[in-house]
């Protein structure tokens, strides 16, 4: 099961994520994984991030205005 300090590696040395990515990678729950980032909001060390422009990938199966990411903003 995954952990903060997991994730907090993984953040770090990803620095920007998409919450259904979080989700995939680690085989959880998207709720699950909202909740753990949560932590990381309050502390400073995450903040969502605003996309913009497109994924990059044509297979059109998802509503770019509903992917979620988060940056790692603490060094």
Known sequence: MLNLSGLKKY???HRVVTLNGLARTFNEEPQFIQSLLEHFIRKGCLRNRPM?????????????????AYEWVES
């Not at 913009?52 to 979620?68: R, Y």
């Open 11 to 13: 953040l770090k040395d």
């Open 52 to 68: 913009s422009g497109k994924c990059g990938i044509t297979c059109n199966k998802c509503q770019f205005s509903d992917i979620v």
